[in-house]
């Protein structure tokens, strides 16, 4: 079965560190490739989507993705964090076989003070 | 390869006793976390250490204490052991930084009766 994996539940960095999350799809087909984010007490929101073209997306609030089509993978990054991306980030995918949306399990930032 | 050990596999215990869950790694993580897992719910956390006596409260800290007066170790205190904290425990740790694996130790599956 289609899954996508997201490696860690949780991530501790100190402000004014560098971010990488992991996100990995099991699907040999077409994706298209999408990174939310939800923000303590608020509803999920969209930071950045690959559907095709450069494989280096950047999205908001400084952050980017990059597509490696033969790791299946999808890492959000962003080069320096703030106590303000304290939130939880769930990687997706949609397949093309089925247009049907994966998610991750989401990984939850936590900037220490 | 990082180890992280629990202290027991299985444990059982009567409601009202104070109850000691250990965790041991050996690779050197500044951070460490605790867990329960239960059927539906997925993983919960219930308290992460960033450094030695540092601590903070996770999304389900009540009913328990935690102790870090070592690097590598962190412990979970059930201080009044109650049926309702019958649960898979799990202990994981990270180094700090982006992109660094999330190691889990093998659980403890605790009853309490």
Not at chain 1, 67 to 72: G, L, R, Y
Not at chain 2, 5 to 34: A, I, P
Not at chain 2, 36 to 47: T, V
Request: aromatic share 12%; net charge neutral.
């Amino acid at each position: 079965a289609q899954s996508v994996s997201q490696h860690n539940h949780h991530v501790i960095l100190s402000e004014a560190a560098s971010l990488e999350l992991g996100c990995n799809y099991s699907y040999g087909g077409t994706v298209n490739l999408f990174w939310y984010v939800q923000y303590p007490g608020q509803h999920l929101q969209l930071l950045l989507k690959y559907f095709s073209g450069d494989p280096l997306v950047k999205g908001i609030k400084g952050f980017e993705a990059e597509f490696i089509k033969s790791k299946f993978s999808f890492n959000l990054r962003k080069p320096s964090v703030q106590w303000s991306d304290t939130a939880e980030y769930f990687c997706a995918v949609i397949l093309d076989s089925n247009y049907q949306l994966i998610w991750g399990a989401g990984t939850k930032l936590i900037i220490k003070p | 390869d990082v180890k992280v050990t629990q202290s027991s596999r299985y444990l059982v215990k009567r409601t009202g006793e104070k109850v000691f869950l250990e965790c041991v790694q050996d690779m050197d993580h500044e951070n460490m976390f605790w867990y329960r897992q239960d059927p539906g719910l997925g993983l919960r956390l219930i308290y992460f250490s960033y450094d030695v006596k540092m601590k903070e409260k996770g999304d389900i800290p009540e009913g328990y204490s935690v102790s870090r007066e070592k690097k590598e170790r962190f412990s979970l205190i059930l201080e009044s052991a109650s049926t309702n904290q019958t649960s898979m425990y799990l202990c994981a740790s990270i180094l700090s930084g982006g992109n660094q694996p999330q190691h889990f130790g093998d659980g403890t599956r605790l009853s309490i009766l």
